[in-house]
């Protein structure tokens, strides 16, 4: 029987799955890691990212775009000329 993650949040991702997951090229799930705006740890070779970071990630990027358009909305038009 297989080991499985006590909780779906807990399971690894590998870089590509990452990448798959923000449809992103792997290239820019790496550099995500490596500037490290996600954390990740090193097994052997492979970089392992928690669902859990994943998902905090992608709900920063949700926020700030919420923000970035709230933003716009408070700008009048008549204050853009």
Same mark, same amino acid.
């Given at each position: 029987?297989?080991?499985? =993650?006590?909780? @779906?949040?807990?399971?690894?991702?590998? @870089?590509? #799955?990452?990448? =798959?997951?923000?449809?992103?090229?792997?290239?820019? =799930?790496?550099?995500?890691?490596?500037?490290? #705006?996600?954390? /990740?740890?090193?097994?052997?070779?492979?970089?392992? @990212?928690?669902?859990?970071?994943?998902? /905090?990630?992608?709900?920063?990027?949700?926020?700030?775009?919420?923000?970035?358009?709230?933003?716009?909305? /408070?700008?009048?038009?008549? #204050?853009? #000329?």
């Amino acid at each position: 029987m297989p080991l499985m =993650a006590e909780n @779906i949040e807990d399971t690894e991702l590998t @870089i590509t #799955e990452f990448a =798959a997951s923000l449809r992103v090229s792997e290239d820019t =799930a790496r550099t995500l890691v490596l500037n490290g #705006e996600v954390p /990740a740890r090193k097994q052997g070779r492979q970089w392992r @990212i928690l669902r859990s970071d994943v998902e /905090a990630y992608k709900q920063r990027l949700r926020d700030k775009r919420q923000r970035d358009t709230d933003s716009m909305k /408070a700008v009048r038009p008549e #204050e853009v #000329e």
